[in-house]
């Protein structure tokens, strides 16, 4: 039976991993962030990301390098993946969005919708359900939205002051930008050449209400890497879920 959604769901991704990871020391030191490994896993994080982007559909993809770029490119080029890749450098600091623009002129679809995820993030759910509600909102880019857990424990208390309970990293009240995102064709040309969309092409398509937010399904596994503690808590819940 065809699935009538499969036309309009991307095959073609941007992954920007040009950061230089300086929380991450001395991880990072002589690679970049991307390339660092969870404890256990036996895999890159951008490995793990191209597996996932291939089992979601996705036959090319454009790694955006920056910090260290020849230990990535070099790796990419040695490793067996289950996708094409190919790979960019700036010449300069282009900002996010300026980075973003860069790398999306060298997907071989112009005229086709794409992903991109930050080069730190490790993750897994549906990328084409994801897909599916942008299309049904008719939007110009969709955010993945998580619900991370806080670092510290909370309290709660009721209406006179008395503390009834205590909870151990509880998820935050607020949704957060996942650093994974489904656009649409013409989203690359909303793109500034220079500095971060998150502060222009986002807030423009806010009010246009052309942005749209796929809340990540609950008990789908995400976590930003962005600090030696983030490896370590990565490796627990991934041992604990068995992967």
């Known amino acids: 039976m065809t699935d009538p959604n499969a036309a309009s769901r991307p095959v073609q991704a941007v992954v920007l991993a040009g950061g230089q990871g300086s929380r991450l020391r001395p991880y990072t030191d002589d690679r970049p962030k991307p390339m660092v490994e969870i404890p256990g896993t036996g895999t890159p994080i951008i490995g793990h990301q191209l597996s996932w982007l291939a089992e979601e559909g996705v036959t090319d993809v454009v790694v955006s390098c920056g910090h260290l770029a020849d230990v990535l490119q070099d790796w990419l080029?040695?490793?067996?993946l289950p996708v094409s890749v190919k790979t960019v450098v700036e010449t300069e600091p282009l900002g996010?969005?300026?980075g973003l623009k860069f790398a999306a002129k060298h997907l071989p679809h112009p005229d086709r919708p794409w992903y991109a995820t930050n080069g730190d993030i490790w993750t897994r759910f549906s990328l084409r359900e994801m897909a599916d509600f942008h299309t049904e909102r008719a939007a110009t880019a969709t955010l993945a939205l998580a619900r991370p857990r806080i670092p510290w424990g909370a309290v709660e208390t009721d209406g006179f002051g008395h503390i009834t309970d205590?909870?151990?990293?509880?998820?935050?009240a607020y949704e957060?930008?996942?650093?994974?995102?489904?656009?649409?064709?013409?989203?690359?040309?909303?793109?500034?050449e220079l500095g971060?969309?998150?502060?222009?092409?986002?807030?423009?398509?806010?009010?246009?209400?052309?942005?749209?937010?796929?809340?990540?399904?609950?008990g789908a596994y995400w976590r930003a890497i962005d600090t030696a503690k983030d490896l370590t808590e990565a490796?627990?819940?991934?041992?604990?879920?068995?992967?």
Do not use: W
């Not at 080029?77 to 067996?80: E, G, L, M, P, R």
């Open 77 to 80: 080029d040695s490793a067996d």
């Open 96 to 98: 996010r969005g300026g």
């Open 166 to 172: 205590f909870i151990e990293s509880p998820p935050t």
């Open 176 to 192: 957060i930008n996942a650093g994974v995102y489904v656009f649409s064709a013409g989203f690359a040309d909303l793109l500034p």
């Open 196 to 218: 971060d969309h998150e502060r222009s092409t986002f807030p423009r398509l806010a009010r246009e209400r052309r942005l749209a937010g796929y809340p990540i399904p609950q």
């Open 235 to 243: 490796a627990k819940e991934l041992a604990a879920l068995g992967r």
